[in-house]
């Protein structure tokens, strides 16, 4: 579990850390500690906002060392709460938004998936893949449009629809 969402991890403690290298030593260290801790994590939770906790408590008792130190001029505790906050928020709706767009697109007809894929996987032009698929490029710019807004229209039903569950 922790492999997996060492990425999140990393990418949340550069919201909070003003230096990379900071943040590459500090999340070997979360890493570590985390590992020592997985005892105390309740399988039935969510992973990722324990880990998260977990990276947050962390970084500002780094902070607040460096501080001390005079090393590095760090906000105040309450804001870097507040963007750890947001950030943790941000991750869960970009998941639960992620999951729906999953969603929809499994509802596509496979030749409509296969053309998206082709269009977003970046290795054919927009030329390239209207030559490849026998069609002009204004033909397929507005067939691609068209599926944007459905699935556009599918993730904000699914969204919509949990938001009242």
């Given amino acids: 579990m922790l492999l997996i969402h060492q990425r999140n991890l990393h990418t949340f403690l550069l919201t909070l ?6 943040v590459d030593d500090l999340l070997q260290q979360i890493c570590l500690a985390l590992w020592q801790k997985k005892d105390s994590y309740a ?13 947050r ?18 906000f105040h505790g309450g804001l870097l709460e507040q963007l750890a906050v947001a950030r943790e928020t941000f991750d869960a709706s970009a998941d639960t938004r992620r999951q729906a767009l999953a969603a929809c697109l499994k509802r596509l007809r496979p030749e409509q998936r296969q053309l998206l894929e082709d269009r977003f996987a970046g290795t054919q032009t927009l030329k ?32 919509a629809r949990e938001e009242a569950t």
């Fill in 17 to 22: 850390l003003p230096h990379e290298d900071d």
């Fill in 43 to 55: 399988p039935d939770r969510p992973f990722l906002p324990w880990a998260y906790a977990f990276a």
């Fill in 57 to 74: 408590n962390h970084a500002l008792k780094y902070l607040q060392q460096q501080s001390r130190d005079k090393q590095v001029a760090v």
């Fill in 128 to 159: 390239q893949l209207a030559a490849a698929t026998g069609v002009s490029a204004a033909s397929l710019t507005m067939k691609l449009q068209r599926l944007r807004h459905a699935l556009l229209k599918c993730v904000q039903h699914r969204l």
